[in-house]
């Protein structure tokens, strides 16, 4: 619920916060504008979005296209508030949460990655709710694109109970360790076979 400009289909009257265009109207004998009223009414909360790229060296290749794909998706459902985390042993934001970013930029710095290192998967969910936390949108979702194979030591499971909501996107023919983290967080799992599936994989764990 919030104090919205009145729009007397959509809410009730706020009395307190419309209390001095009312007293005022009385006290100079004329009608009420409407303007200065206000209401209290339902509001749909936004959503905010963080993608994570797996770009280690077992996530070389098709899905790096894959990955981009996924950012120009990610990019189109949340214009206004979404990142794009790459990582490998380190992490790298493509786009911060709180940074505006041209699409198309966002998508060649994604385009331009290449395969390579260890994966840090706990310290890249770690990052991501960092990144999350500086949205005020009231649904939250981390994307993870990647095969969950985890070669640097942490708790990938205690990192994912930072978030509010964690959906993985893995390759469909190498999804065992994804499927493994997705029970023991919770997470909503599916798979995509390349740059063509990853938008409808997309649609299935937010939508679906």
Same mark, same amino acid.
């Given at each position: 619920?919030?104090?919205?400009?009145?729009?007397? $289909?959509?809410?009730?009257?706020?009395?307190? +916060?419309?209390?001095?265009? =009312?007293?005022?109207?009385?006290?100079?004998?004329?009608?009420?504008?409407?303007?200065?009223?206000?209401?209290?009414?339902?509001?749909?909360?936004?959503?905010?979005?963080?993608?994570?790229?797996?770009?280690?060296?077992?996530?070389?290749?098709?899905?790096?296209?894959?990955? *981009?794909?996924? *950012?120009?998706?990610?990019?189109?459902?949340?214009?206004?508030?979404?990142?794009?985390?790459? %990582? +490998?042993? $380190?992490?790298?934001?493509?786009?911060?949460?709180?940074?505006?970013?041209?699409? $198309?930029?966002?998508?060649?710095?994604? =385009? &331009?990655?290449?395969? %390579?290192?260890?994966?840090?998967?706990?310290? #890249?969910?770690?990052? *991501? #709710?960092?990144?999350?936390?500086?949205?005020? &949108?009231?649904?939250?979702?981390?994307?993870?694109?990647?095969?969950?194979?985890?070669?640097?030591?942490?708790? *990938? #499971?205690?990192?994912?109970?930072?978030?509010?909501?964690?959906?993985?996107?893995?390759? $469909?023919?190498?999804?065992?360790? +994804?499927?493994?983290?997705?029970?023991?967080?919770?997470?909503?799992?599916?798979?995509?076979?390349?740059? #063509? +599936?990853?938008?409808?994989?997309?649609?299935?764990?937010?939508?679906?």
């Amino acid at each position: 619920m919030s104090t919205q400009p009145y729009r007397p $289909e959509d809410g009730d009257l706020d009395v307190d +916060a419309s209390l001095d265009a =009312l007293t005022t109207a009385r006290r100079d004998a004329r009608a009420i504008d409407p303007d200065e009223l206000r209401i209290r009414a339902w509001t749909k909360p936004g959503t905010a979005i963080c993608l994570v790229v797996d770009r280690s060296g077992s996530m070389g290749g098709k899905p790096l296209a894959t990955s *981009a794909v996924a *950012a120009a998706a990610v990019a189109w459902r949340a214009p206004d508030d979404y990142s794009v985390l790459t %990582f +490998a042993k $380190e992490v790298i934001a493509a786009k911060s949460q709180d940074v505006p970013r041209p699409a $198309e930029s966002v998508v060649d710095a994604v =385009l &331009a990655l290449r395969g %390579f290192g260890t994966t840090d998967l706990a310290g #890249a969910l770690g990052a *991501a #709710a960092d990144q999350l936390a500086r949205s005020r &949108a009231g649904r939250k979702i981390t994307v993870l694109l990647s095969d969950c194979r985890a070669t640097v030591p942490g708790d *990938a #499971a205690a990192a994912a109970a930072r978030l509010d909501e964690l959906v993985i996107i893995a390759p $469909e023919a190498d999804d065992t360790d +994804a499927v493994e983290l997705a029970a023991r967080t919770g997470a909503r799992l599916t798979t995509a076979d390349g740059p #063509a +599936a990853v938008a409808d994989a997309l649609d299935r764990v937010l939508d679906g």
